[in-house]
């Protein structure tokens, strides 16, 4: 009865993560989608804009989170890195993260 | 035991189902053929167009676009100082065909009804839509400076649309004398690519200095402050000391008159005779955009700022130059990323479906040299139906930056270019 209890209680959460899953992967894709315009569709830039799909989340966060602190040069990043939250940084991430084809 | 296995198994049923389920909704979705109509080709439409395939291949997309390449207004400023040429700054809609599936009707739109939800083109067909996106841009208002109408723009060019304007402009800065005048009218906000006219001056006369270093640029200018001031100002007093000189409105900068037959250009206090006169007049959203009663009176597009959809009428979404989306300015990059907005908005909408929460940004670049670029950008969000800018995300480069940071920014220029070229035509 336990197993069938807890078995139960995890099928009735799945499409309550699965939604708040999609969402932030809804909210990733529009925040990509907006940085392509100067860093290329899909995050691959032609030319002296870096590329950022190429980043492990780990690398993508930190730089997202010096830009924005100023501990890190940059020109407009400094600007853009202050209008987006942890959880915006966190979901741009998971959505290269996740991208086939890496 | 029997009933863990059979809770397992009906469990393991639930689960694999979701996909399944999700599958179906799906199917009965596409089965309804959803049309999108987008009328403009520029930034705006071809963004739009794009990234509702990309994101739905099952909607139909027509796109309607009278000419049959576009030229960019941005780095037209480039090909004006002779440092681009006009291929550089031209794009082809065969990626939109091809890669993208987007049916390019080359005609104009001339009626829209609201109501059946049908546009009239001016080849006489009507096509019907579930949703209308336009993304016509701006339209000039000729006469609001006496004398100045579109024969007059063949003598003093506007060349605020790129094209044999923009060839124009360049033919008379080429053809004149050493020692010259430059006249660059730069009209009153609002009005597209809010640092265009300055950057232009700073092109011109990067172009004047090199080959032309008798000669004299004056922007006589509608209003009595501009975008990235302090950043342009500085910058010509170092690299065009004396070539430059800026009225502002208050020390009678507005041109409120042109004669092109005495080659006269005129504010309320002076009159000018300028070797080359280019005249940025007042604008407004294109014709279409104000069809049907969609603008507010005084030539611009209200809009709902999370769907871009129209707040006179349902079912018409308005994108870019043509919208009021302040304090995002009327740019390439907001026309392009309030497209994107509008796609996925579009989308759910046409699922029954809320629309998600929009990314709302812009940066715009600035060439003061070739090899000197400058820099405004921000990130919005959309608080009571209102766009917003993000504390410390609105803002310019900084005004004491070494030249490695200026050439940093002019070398992103060029690169923001290719990259938002192909993200809109690609």
């Known amino acids: 009865m336990y197993f069938l209890l807890v078995m139960l209680l995890i099928a009735g959460l799945l499409p309550l993560r699965a939604a708040a899953a999609d969402s932030a992967t809804a909210r990733g894709l529009a925040l990509v989608n907006a940085c392509a315009a100067c860093h290329g569709s899909d995050g691959r830039s032609q030319g002296a804009i870096p590329s950022i799909d190429n980043l492990s989340a780990e690398d993508f966060i930190a730089a997202l989170k010096a830009f924005r602190a100023d501990a890190r040069k940059g020109t407009v990043m400094n600007r853009i890195a202050k209008g987006v939250d942890d959880a915006e940084i966190s979901d741009m991430a998971a959505y290269f993260a996740g991208r086939p084809g890496r | ?426």
């Open chain 2, 1 to 426: 035991m029997a009933v863990q296995v059979l809770t397992r198994r009906q469990l393991l049923g639930f689960i694999g189902g979701l996909p399944i389920a999700a599958g179906v909704v799906h199917r009965a979705w596409t089965q309804t053929h959803a049309r999108v109509l987008v009328v403009g080709g520029g930034f705006g439409g071809a963004t739009c167009a794009k990234y509702i395939r990309r994101a739905d291949a099952a909607i139909e997309v027509t796109l309607v676009e009278p000419r049959r390449q576009f030229i960019s207004c941005p780095f037209s400023n480039a090909v004006i100082a002779g440092l681009r040429d006009m291929a550089s700054v031209t794009h082809s809609y065969d990626g939109l065909r091809q890669r993208h599936g987007v049916h390019v009707v080359h005609a104009s739109a001339t009626a829209i009804d609201p109501t059946a939800h049908r546009v009239t083109l001016d080849d006489g067909s009507v096509l019907a839509y579930d949703r209308l996106v336009l993304a016509p841009g701006i339209e000039l208002r000729w006469g609001e400076i006496e004398g100045y109408d579109s024969a007059a723009s063949e003598v003093f060019p506007h060349a605020w649309k790129a094209g044999p304007q923009t060839i124009l402009l360049r033919q008379q800065l080429e053809a004149m004398a050493d020692g010259g005048l430059v006249i660059i009218a730069a009209p009153a906000e609002p009005y597209r690519c809010p640092p265009g006219p300055y950057e232009r001056a700073s092109l011109i006369a990067h172009y004047l200095k090199m080959h032309k270093p008798r000669s004299k640029l004056l922007i006589l200018d509608a209003k009595n402050a501009f975008t990235k001031q302090e950043l342009f100002r500085s910058a010509w007093e170092r690299l065009y000391p004396g070539l430059i000189e800026w009225i502002p409105q208050s020390q009678s900068g507005r041109v409120v008159r042109v004669d092109t037959r005495a080659r006269t250009v005129s504010t309320d206090f002076d009159d000018y005779k300028p070797a080359v006169a280019n005249i940025i007049p007042p604008q407004q959203a294109a014709a279409i955009a104000r069809a049907a009663g969609l603008d507010d009176g005084k030539g611009w597009c209200p809009v709902r700022a999370s769907t871009f959809e129209s707040t006179v009428h349902a079912g018409i979404h308005i994108i870019g130059d043509a919208a009021i989306a302040n304090p995002m300015p009327k740019s390439a990059f907001s026309a392009n990323n309030q497209a994107k907005t509008c796609a996925a908005a579009l989308i759910a909408m046409l699922r029954a479906e809320a629309a998600p929460a929009p990314a709302l940004m812009n940066t715009c670049y600035s060439l003061v040299a070739p090899d000197y670029g400058i820099s405004i950008a921000a990130v919005y969000r959309v608080i009571d139906d209102k766009i917003v800018a993000v504390d410390g995300s609105s803002g310019v480069s900084p005004l004491h930056a070494d030249a490695e940071t200026r050439t940093l920014e002019a070398e992103y220029a060029i690169s923001w270019y290719t990259n938002i070229t192909a993200d809109t035509f690609g």
